[in-house]
């Protein structure tokens, strides 16, 4: 095997074999670490790259990235780990999803109930075509407040859960509404594939994009029920905000 891994970044070490040793340097646009590892017992890389071709290959054993791999649909670098125990290498990615944020469905006139309106059901039942599987949105994370057992702060939940259900996916509602950190977390630790999909009280959803890295964020309008804020890796923008444009109520 070749001692030079050519791609757009150049990726360099020595052949690897059972039994040796491989060192890998530096890569232009990023860093490689996890010298001297021995291959019969780990062989361990931490790659900061973006569009990196490389493969690695010892003996029958090989772990190829392909720049359409690495680039998802996202330009923006990816971060992955490469380890191998034994039998050979195996491939992890961290996600980097895109994050949209929506507003929970209509409330009733009367502040003291709980639950959606009829207007805020038929918006439940409306996102599972806006965001569902035939969508360009490719969720595979629904996120939603705390619900209380008293029934407040139970409205997100309620609007994302037809569609949860849909896409065979349980709602996150490991958050509490006030707990932009908790959100924060739990989007940078993402390892899943598709994007996430956070749905809260409006007067909130500003200071969790903030939390997630955005600036100066503008709040999410007090009449609206219908907006959606893209918010891209490595979200530190909302970059677009369009409408889900549900027919009956966004017309």
Sequence with gaps: MDDKYDGISGIYGDACSYGQTSDFGNVS???????????GVVLTMTLLIGRTRQELSCGAERSIISDNDLALANPHPSVGVISGLGMGPSTVLAATPTVYFIRH????????ETGLSADGEKRAQCLRSVFGASSGYDIGHIMAQTPKSDGSRQRPYDTVLPLATDLGLKVDTSCDRDDDDCVA???????????ILICWEHKQLNNL????GAKDVDGYPDDSFDLIWTDPYDW???TDITSENCPGLDD
């Design 29 to 39: 646009d990023g860093y490689v670490t996890g010298k001297s590892a021995s291959w």
């Design 105 to 112: 469905g209509e409330k009733p006139a009367d502040d003291d």
């Design 185 to 195: 977390d739990v989007v940078k630790s993402y390892s899943g594939s598709g994007n």
């Design 209 to 212: 994009a903030e939390a997630l």
């Design 236 to 238: 530190t923008k909302i």
